[in-house]
């Protein structure tokens, strides 16, 4: 494991910067009904997103739809972090987004079935804030969609 000590200076007032406190208490709500009867959506912070849409920026806030009928095998990953290894996605989306395994899931009959569209962020460089807008913006598409339950994958 590398030391905090043993990195560039500004590496190191990166990292340091993100030493947050709680972000307040969680937004949990109680389940109100079971899972066999609930609309789930993926939420990756891996920095997906299709082929022909914009790759993400180095300080990008901003989310990537993923459509529910989206082939894995057309996912891309433009994560920026240089610290992050890329070869399990390589070998297996589902690592970073398991759309293949819920898509399981609901034709077993455990879910009650998948969103319109998923979502990706893509998770490094950037503090907590900025994110609030994107996120609210997100929650009120995944309401107009049914979806009452999301699943993140943080990468």
Known sequence: M?????LPEHERAHLLDKNLGPLGPPAWVPPGKPLAERRVALVTTAGLHRRADAAFELTDAS???LPGELAASDLVMS???VNFD???FAEDVNLVFP??????????????????????FMG???LPEAYEAPARDLAR?????GVDTAFLTPV
């Open 86 to 88: 890329r070869s399990g």
């Open 124 to 126: 490094a460089g950037l």
């Open 99 to 120: 759309i293949d395994r819920f898509r399981e899931l609901a034709d077993e009959g455990a879910i009650g079935g998948l969103a319109s569209n998923h979502f990706s």
């Open 2 to 6: 590398v030391r905090l000590s043993d």
């Open 79 to 81: 994560h920026s972090s």
């Open 141 to 145: 598409i995944l309401h107009r969609d």
């Open 63 to 65: 989310y990537r739809v």
